[in-house]
């Protein structure tokens, strides 16, 4: 079935610092790709996402590009702030039927001024 | 407000009473997800809804869950006979679904924090 790994946390940067948060995927056909970000006490929010191959998905300084080959999607951000403290979930999800989404396990991120 | 909400929003119960979850969606939204996060883990399906229809539900929903969508609007979640595994957030999420081509994005609720003693 379908799964993601995402890197273990917790990740801990002083303020503009570069971040990369690591994940893959595994999948059949051609899911779509998402980043979601829950800061504390709210609900999850989509922060980019990507629906093909070579698409890069940004939003809010945030990066991510859909590698095929590497059945990657990995977030990067060149200075992160300290309102980016948060828990960022890697996910996918099969184009067609429900479209249920599929979860990695969090990655939470502390970012110190 | 226009995004989708959820009651009660924190519900503490003993080992084996029945509780339920409301979720109201986007309003124009047809679809309507279940999703359950414990502690330290991402969300996973439990089941979702096309208007009034469920036409899909996980292994993890065993017998003692159930959902309705009666008019193809809020929703309700029942869990009877509760037990301490059952404690978990139980997020909401809607879409405008079922169109071709394009990603619909989901819309997540706040979330019901259950916890069961």
């Known amino acids: 079935g379908n799964s993601v790994t995402q890197m273990e946390g917790p990740v801990t940067l002083s303020e503009e610092a570069f971040l990369t948060i690591n994940c893959t995927y595994t999948a059949t056909g051609y899911p779509s790709l998402f980043w979601y970000v829950q800061y504390p006490g709210e609900g999850l929010q989509l922060l980019l996402k990507a629906t093909k191959a070579d698409d890069k998905g940004s939003n809010k300084g945030f990066e991510a590009t859909y590698r095929k080959e590497t059945t990657s999607f990995h977030l990067e951000k060149g200075s992160v702030q300290v309102s980016d403290s948060a828990v960022y979930f890697c996910a996918l999800s099969s184009q067609g039927g429900s479209e249920k989404l599929v979860f990695g396990k969090g990655t939470k991120l502390t970012v110190n001024p | 407000d226009t995004g989708v909400s959820q009651n009660p929003r924190h519900k503490i119960t003993k080992r084996g009473q029945n509780v339920t979850f409301r979720c109201d969606p986007i309003?124009?939204?047809?679809?309507l997800y279940w999703y359950r996060q414990t502690l330290g883990q991402g969300p996973e399906f439990l089941t979702y809804?096309?208007?009034?229809?469920?036409?899909?539900k996980s292994r993890l929903l065993s017998d003692r869950f159930s959902a309705e969508r009666p008019k193809g609007s809020f929703s309700t979640l029942e869990i009877q006979r509760t037990e301490q595994g059952d404690s978990a957030m139980y997020l909401c999420?809607?879409?405008?679904?079922?169109?071709?081509?394009?990603?619909?994005?989901?819309?997540f609720g706040p979330g019901t924090r259950l916890t069961v003693l």
């Open positions: 999420a809607s879409s405008l679904g079922g169109r071709a081509g394009s990603y619909n994005e989901q819309f």
């Open positions: 809804f096309q208007n009034e229809a469920q036409l899909e």
């Open positions: 309003s124009e939204h047809n679809r």
